[in-house]
């Protein structure tokens, strides 16, 4: 092993940005359009209504949200850490079906387990209904916890949030050799002095990628939160913004909460930049599966089982009973159409981000400068904001600049050019680009960290150019890791709703906007249909999604 | 380079397939509408206009203020006719925003009464929406009850259920109070009310009926079409709870009880403006009229047209005629009055 200084091929400071750098730039900066437009609020006055926040309501956004990402953090550690761990070192009853059930969850929109948990353990609830009819109990006389908590908020995102933290670190302890561990063994430690000082070490990187996804998810989350009736700096804008009717003052909160998220990006990268592990010995053998028995198995199973029932099981089962004894939908014509659209935009937007993050990914490889590393994090700032803001913020300029266009048109040649790019598809696949750049590029960047440079510069010096490496030496090696990204973006899009309801064109609607409209008109057993639906279709990605990751310490480490 | 061209190919495929999904709005016979209703709620009515008069409708639904702010960014280039909400305070804010255009017509002014229209045409109301106060029958009679100001009474300590003030209707409310009695009484009233929660404000309307059902609370407040939406849905634990508890119709020796309106506006760019104007007048028809009931036990906003059964069953009442343009006015001040009161 060895500890290899940040890829670089161009190491000198001096250059002049050439094609592949201002093409990187660019594209980074057009990503971060919509967080640019929302800085851009910050220098409007918005005086009597920000001191109205400040007097009455800004600090429960603040703790609330720091004590919901927090409460997520630990969340999503406990239950994604301990699973992969198992799941990779240890042989127990059901382990390859845990491999990728445990992904499951993923599937489950966060409002959508919001509120079946709700229904199922509100007070009106059937648990709450047999624990009363049961013990004679009535109303107030017991104590139950309530769901629609900050504590229950925190619950539900862990719940389907876990999954990031669980694929990446999987991804990184299938990836670690034997020989370390057993460099380890030699020196006297114990199996868990072993994960603690070496294991869960070399798995850093990739934990804090998952934890950082899961709570950037976290910060984004409307539609929980809102359900939930706790006040966070989500619900605070959207608050400012319409009831209020002040977008400036909606804009300066969204953007204080972005300069909170850029921060802990800067101190994620700082805490990573030391931390590059490449593995370059070629005697790579798989970690050795331990088999468990007696009361060890049963606990590990246990630990296995618990999110699965919690974060899928019981949501997935409670929509499908109200599928089947209330719901009214019917699967008709237009029900496959919501389907189709549906697919139509998750398809697309995946492979689209994947490009973008590739080519920025790469970009940051080649050029490691500090303005591409600068502009490529501020575009992949768009998973920490929520839907609707990065909507609006996509909105003002290209109708802005629709309008222009069509001004110049009509002026010059008389005709009206309409809305090219606000008024199509080409305004709602780019506001998923943004929204979800950031999961493709951590994927494509874990992808193309397990690349030596090395190979880079051997593939140089043979005469390839940055592009042929590319092709001819990354992508093939990294294919898994694409694969995970291009899943990862399409099973976001498919539960994405926020920038969907907002940008569609006419008469296209997706199953996420279906359920959410039924369900927000209160109406949640008759969501379960299509929601249970959305369920199914990311199922399939996110069962190949774990087979990419059992494979990627295969097939990845391998070559070198 | 080869690169560029194999990663962009498809891209412009999926860019030329996004073309195709964008064509045909701007062909002859069609209306483009922007709506706050739900499909669900509005599709089946617009069905029935295009077979009546071989219009096609082309529908986006949305949040109101989503909607209106693309309205406001397509300015002059906006595909869309008519705008569509779920109440009055966002119609105002069309209005304020310079995206709607007048229109009077002889059918709409007499279907829709003055006080749910805007003075000069700017919009409609197609449907009312009333927000009474339920009670658990077990434990409240409905002598005890009075009025909305009657609900800050420290008799209802601990006992009263309503959701969240970031719900439009309960912004409308407040609103309304602040129109009717200045802003100082009603954040007295707000005051107080929030201290006779039962509990810190969550869910939805329906929440607050099923959490006064099951003995959370006695009192809650909501509108009337989740409550019949809870009657007539097939959830049994659903109609349980709504069996126990009751309408009262508050303040009917004052100003009537708080109502909003489902409006639809004309929009300032609107291309089809003759058929988004027939389609208006569609909306406020006796027959569509008595759909919103029907369907979605919302009043009609036309008089003399027959109520449906169960809004029979629920009884008359007096509502406040206040001009409902008052509501958007008073909107952001009722904002502030909530956050002041720690009505979360």
Not at chain 1, 220 to 246: C, E, H, K, M, P
Not at chain 1, 531 to 556: F, K
């Amino acid at each position: 092993m060895e500890v290899a200084v940040p890829p670089g091929i161009e190491t000198e400071r001096k250059h002049r940005p050439g094609f592949w750098e201002t093409g990187v730039l660019l594209s980074a900066l057009l990503l971060a359009l919509p967080v640019v437009v929302v800085f851009s609020f910050v220098f409007v006055p918005a005086g009597d209504v920000w001191r109205h926040l400040v007097e009455t309501v800004l600090a429960d956004y603040l703790s609330n949200s720091v004590l919901l990402v927090s409460g997520v953090a630990i969340g999503v550690l406990l239950l994604g850490i301990p699973t992969a761990w198992a799941t990779t070192v240890y042989d127990f009853p059901g382990r390859r079906l845990f491999e990728w059930a445990l992904l499951l969850p993923l599937a489950i929109p966060a409002y959508i387990i919001a509120y079946t948990y709700t229904g199922l353990l509100d007070i009106s609830g059937p648990i709450q209904g047999l624990l009363r009819s049961l013990f004679g109990w009535s109303v107030g006389e017991y104590r139950f916890p309530d769901v629609r908590s900050l504590g229950g908020a925190v619950m539900m995102l862990s719940l389907v949030l876990y999954p990031y933290v669980y694929m990446m670190s999987r991804a990184s302890f299938l990836g670690q050799s034997l020989s370390m561990l057993e460099a380890g063994r030699v020196l006297g430690a114990g199996p868990w002095r072993l994960f603690f000082t070496i294991t869960l070490p070399l798995a850093r990187p990739a934990v804090v990628t998952g934890l950082s996804l899961a709570l950037m998810e976290t910060l984004a989350d409307y539609g929980t939160v809102q359900y939930f009736g706790i006040a966070t700096f989500t619900t605070g804008i959207f608050r400012t913004w319409f009831g209020l009717n002040d977008s400036a003052a909606a804009a300066q909160l969204a953007a204080l909460l972005m300069s909170f998220v850029f921060v802990l990006i800067l101190l994620e990268q700082h805490s990573r930049r030391r931390l590059r592990f490449f593995q370059t010995s070629g005697r790579y053998r798989h970690l050795p599966r331990h088999k468990l028995s007696g009361y060890r198995k049963w606990t590990v199973l246990l630990l296995c089982l618990l999110p699965l029932t919690f974060g899928f099981l019981i949501p997935a089962g409670q929509l499908l009973v109200w599928a089947f004894s209330i719901a009214e939908e019917t699967l008709d014509q237009r029900f496959f159409f919501l389907v189709g659209h549906t697919l139509l935009l998750a398809v697309s937007a995946a492979l689209i981000t994947l490009m973008l993050a590739l080519f920025l990914g790469y970009g940051r490889r080649l050029f490691p400068f500090r303005r591409v590393g600068f502009a490529i994090r501020l575009s992949a700032m768009g998973y920490a904001i929520p839907g609707t803001v990065i909507a609006v913020g996509v909105m003002l300029p290209f109708a802005w600049l629709d309008n222009r266009i069509d001004d110049w048109m009509r002026h010059l040649f008389g005709i009206s050019t309409g809305l090219m790019f606000s008024g199509t598809l080409f305004i709602l696949l780019f506001a998923y680009a943004v929204r979800f750049l950031a999961v493709s590029l951590q994927s494509v960047e874990s992808g193309l960290a397990r690349v030596t440079p090395n190979m880079d510069d051997a593939a140089r010096s043979l005469g390839y150019s940055p592009a042929k490496v590319l092709m001819k030496i990354h992508l093939p090696i990294m294919r898994s890791a694409l694969f995970s990204a291009l899943l990862l973006v399409f099973v976001d899009v498919l539960k994405e709703l926020p920038a969907t309801l907002i940008l569609r064109p006419f008469n296209f609607n997706t199953l996420a906007v279906r359920a959410y409209e039924l369900a927000s008109d209160e109406r949640l057993a008759d969501s379960s249909v299509a929601a249970l639906t959305i369920v199914a279709v990311g199922v399939i990605p996110v069962v190949l999604l774990s087979r990419a990751v059992s494979r990627s310490g295969e097939r990845d480490a391998v070559p070198t | 380079m080869a690169f560029k061209s194999t990663f962009f190919a498809p891209l412009s495929v999926i860019l030329t397939v996004a073309a195709l999904f964008a064509e045909g709005v701007q062909a002859a016979g069609e209306v483009n509408l922007y709506s706050a209703r739900k499909e669900a709620l509005i599709k089946p009515l617009l069905d029935r206009f295009t077979e009546q008069t071989g219009i096609t409708v082309n529908l986006v639904t949305g949040g109101a203020d989503a909607l209106l702010k693309r309205l406001q960014s397509e300015g002059r280039n906006s595909p869309a006719d008519l705008l569509i909400t779920t109440d009055a305070g966002r119609l105002y804010r069309a209005r304020e925003a310079g995206v709607t255009q007048p229109v009077v017509t002889e059918a709409l002014r007499q279907a829709v009464p003055e006080a749910y229209r805007e003075p000069d045409g700017h919009w409609y109301g197609l449907s009312l929406r009333a927000r009474p106060i339920f009670y658990a029958k077990a434990r409240v009679s409905a002598e005890e009850l009075s009025s909305y100001e009657g609900l800050a009474d420290p008799k209802w300590a601990g006992r009263i259920c309503i959701r969240s003030s970031g719900n439009i209707y309960n912004q409308s409310l407040v609103a309304s109070m602040i129109a009717h009695q200045g802003e100082a009484k009603s954040e007295q009233w707000a005051l107080g009310l929030v201290k006779n929660f039962a509990r810190s404000p969550k869910g939805g309307d329906r929440d607050q009926i099923k959490a006064a059902a099951a003995g959370e609370c006695d009192i809650a407040v909501a509108n009337t079409y989740y409550y019949g939406g809870m009657i007539s849905g097939k959830d049994e634990a659903e109609r349980q709870a709504a069996e126990k508890v009751a309408v009262f119709w508050p303040n009917q020796s004052g100003r009537g009880t708080h109502v909003n309106v489902s409006g639809a506006a004309l929009t300032a760019h609107a291309r089809n403006r003759d058929n988004a104007v027939k389609l208006m007048e569609f909306l406020v028809q006796p027959e569509s009229q008595s759909w919103y009931a029907e369907v979605n036990y919302e009043y009609p906003v036309r008089e003399g047209v027959a109520w449906s059964a169960l809004l029979q069953q629920w009884g008359r009442f007096k509502s406040d005629n206040l001009n409902l343009s008052e509501l958007g006015k008073y909107n952001s001040q009722a904002v502030m009055i909530m956050d002041r009161a720690g009505w979360k």
